[in-house]
């Protein structure tokens, strides 16, 4: 018996995060985009991992981050690496 395995998206996001508190709330935000997935909040390597599928897109799940960003006073960006 063949499986196959739908290959989704994944963006990483380098995010300035302190405690649970924030991780959750980045958490919450994605959870809330049509299209995630996924979602790992790493505190320790400062990085959200997002799987995600339409009509979810980077470019939107970074604006909402940087906006939760603003108002938390941390930074967001779209990671490198």
């Given at each position: 018996k063949k499986i196959n395995y739908i290959?989704?998206?994944?963006?990483v996001f380098?995010?300035?995060m302190v405690c649970g508190g924030c991780s959750g709330a980045c958490e919450r935000i994605l959870k809330k985009i049509d299209g995630v997935q996924a979602i790992d909040a790493n505190l320790e390597?400062?990085?959200?991992?997002?799987n995600?599928?339409?009509?979810?897109?980077?470019?939107?799940?970074l604006e909402k981050l940087q906006v939760w960003g603003k108002n938390a006073?941390?930074?967001?960006?779209?990671?490198?690496?």
């Open positions: 290959i989704m998206p994944e963006v380098d995010v300035q390597s400062q990085k959200v991992t997002v995600y599928d339409a009509p979810a897109t980077p470019e939107l799940m006073n941390k930074t967001v960006a779209l990671s490198s690496s």
